[in-house]
Each structure stands twice: as structure tokens, then as C-alpha cells.
């Protein structure tokens, strides 16, 4: 398997007296420059993300998609799992990280960073095999996330 790379392409609504009506479209994009898909104590885990207004609304330029954004989290919600699941959850395995945002040139930039989180240097714990870090999309009315889980072995 390779790196999962990879690129989200939102429509973003106005609404609440920000463009009514109108629609633009954000793409943001990821990319991990080392593989991802095995990892040690101790690992880097750095991604390059970009962010750009691929669509404007006439009278908008980009006031609505250029409130989206993209980021690298380390401790992700885990309020979606259930208990099982996350007695199984080694919640804080990935470490670091700036929160560094690429926001498109409209909402203010920068539109290309990178950020670096770790997988803990200290032996994880047997009865909690699982970990994850995850990419936040957010923006004008929206938020969501991809997880990126693993399994020690």
C-alpha cells in the first residue's frame, strides 16, 4: 500500500448574509512525503497540505471558500466509538504538532504548510493496540475529519 494521500473537493453555501445564495468551492489537498503506512516508536509523521478557492461566485471571490482549511490533529474526538472501542484506544500514542493551517490565499493564507506530529518514543501499552491521528476539514458551516488508524502489532 502506499501513502494515503489525497485531496477533498467541498462546495461551500452561503448563507447569514455572507453571499446568499452563492456557491464557491474549496479544494484542499494532502500529501505524506515518507510512507505512513508503518510506523515505530519514536516516527515522524509529516504531512504538506494545500488549500485553494477552485470555484468563485460572481460578487463573492472566494469570501465563502476561503474560510475553509485544513490541518494535522494528534488527538482526535473519540466520543463516536464506543466504550469497547476505545478501552482498546491509545488516545495520546501520536504527540506534537503546530494545528498549522492552509487556508486558501482568499481567507487570508498561507495556502501551503507542513506539520509534524510523533508517534510516542515510549513502548505502547499491550491492552491498547490501537491508535490514531487524524486531517481536519473545516470551514464555512462545515467540519470533518479523516483518521488515519493503526494497529500495533
Not at 478501552?87 to 507542513?114: C, H, I, K, N
Not at 490501537?130 to 475529519?145: C, D, H, M, Q, V
Request: a negative charge.
Amino acid at each position: 500500500m502506499t501513502s494515503p494521500n489525497g485531496q477533498s473537493v467541498v462546495t461551500v453555501h452561503g448563507g447569514g448574509g455572507l453571499c446568499n445564495g452563492q456557491l464557491e468551492e474549496a479544494t484542499l489537498t494532502w500529501q505524506f512525503p515518507a510512507s505512513v503506512t508503518t510506523l515505530k516508536n519514536g516516527d515522524p509523521v509529516q504531512v504538506n497540505m494545500q488549500a485553494a478557492t477552485t470555484k468563485k461566485a460572481a460578487g463573492c471571490e472566494g469570501a465563502i471558500a476561503g474560510k475553509s482549511f485544513i490541518h494535522l490533529i494528534a488527538h482526535v474526538e473519540t466520543s463516536a466509538l464506543s466504550a469497547a472501542e476505545r478501552q482498546q484506544l491509545d488516545e495520546f500514542r501520536f504527540t506534537g504538532g503546530t494545528g498549522t493551517r492552509a487556508v486558501p490565499t482568499e481567507g487570508g493564507g498561507p495556502p501551503s504548510v507542513s506539520d509534524t506530529i510523533n508517534v510516542d518514543a515510549v513502548a505502547s501499552d499491550p491492552k491498547k493496540p490501537k491508535a490514531f491521528f487524524g486531517l481536519s476539514i473545516e470551514g464555512f458551516g462545515f467540519e470533518y475529519r479523516f483518521l488515519f488508524i493503526y494497529t500495533q502489532v
